[in-house]
């Protein structure tokens, strides 16, 4: 049961436009929600998050939107890049068993920037 | 600035032999993971530790050991290497263990094949 999905595995998009990756979710007890970003041969870096109190969250060319009542989660890239080009993975937290919380991730879009 | 340090990047084993992954982190974060990304899918969370000495199950636990003996180091063991742990394997470390504002930082990986 995929409580975290990204139901595009890949994106392609020009550079200089808008990139629209999207996410949705299941278990309305996640209270925070990450973005990460994956280049081949390295591990995943993070991007940017967004807590449940909040709808938006920018840093720099990149914006996070979350709607909480659709139970899903964008991300925006302005202007796309090609060095934008890599895994983006969506992931989830929520509290699980006394004071600790789990990260739940979905599979990643694979964005491609053509210059 | 090393962040989360994996070794080895590379390891081909046999079915039935044994290895340990080494996991390093110089944040002084308590919270360390194990994770693991089949190829098209997200991460699974093996293992993960709130401290030195204590160590808990993630989702896919069987198969593999950790312990957890200081704050730095968090070792993942594979005892019988089987077909099915072929995977690329992720460490992980945060400072409060994913709550608001407290992103997993990422190590680049070990891949490891068993034939």
């Known amino acids: 049961d995929q409580q975290v999905k990204q139901n595009s595995p890949s994106l392609s998009v020009q550079e200089g436009r808008i990139s629209i990756l999207n996410c949705d979710y299941t278990?309305?007890?996640?209270?925070?929600f990450l973005w990460y970003k994956k280049y081949p041969a390295e591990g995943p870096t993070f991007l940017i998050s967004?807590?449940?109190?909040?709808d938006k969250n920018e840093d720099g060319r990149f914006t996070v939107f979350l709607n909480k009542s659709a139970k899903h989660l964008s991300l925006h890239i302005v202007p796309s890049q090609p060095g934008d080009s890599a895994v983006y993975f969506c992931a989830a937290s929520a509290r699980s068993g006394g004071s600790n919380y789990k990260l739940t991730f979905g599979k990643g879009t694979l964005l491609t920037v053509n210059p | 600035n090393a962040g989360v340090t994996q070794t080895p990047k590379f390891r081909i084993l046999k079915i039935g032999q044994s290895m340990t992954l080494q996991c390093t982190q110089d944040m002084n974060h308590n919270y360390m993971y194990w994770y693991r990304q089949d190829p098209g899918m997200g991460l699974k969370l093996i293992y993960y530790s709130v401290g030195a000495g204590i160590t808990d199950k993630g989702e896919v636990p069987n198969g593999y050991n950790v312990s957890r003996s200081t704050t730095e180091d968090f070792p993942l063991r594979l005892e019988l290497a089987a077909p099915s742990q072929t995977s690329v394997y992720f460490c992980?470390?945060?400072?409060?263990?994913?709550?608001?504002?407290?992103?997993?930082?990422f190590g680049n990986g070990t891949r490891l094949t068993v034939t």
């Open positions: 278990n309305s007890m996640f209270d925070y």
């Open positions: 992980a470390s945060s400072r409060t263990g994913g709550r608001v504002g407290s992103p997993l930082h």
């Open positions: 967004i807590s449940s109190i909040k």
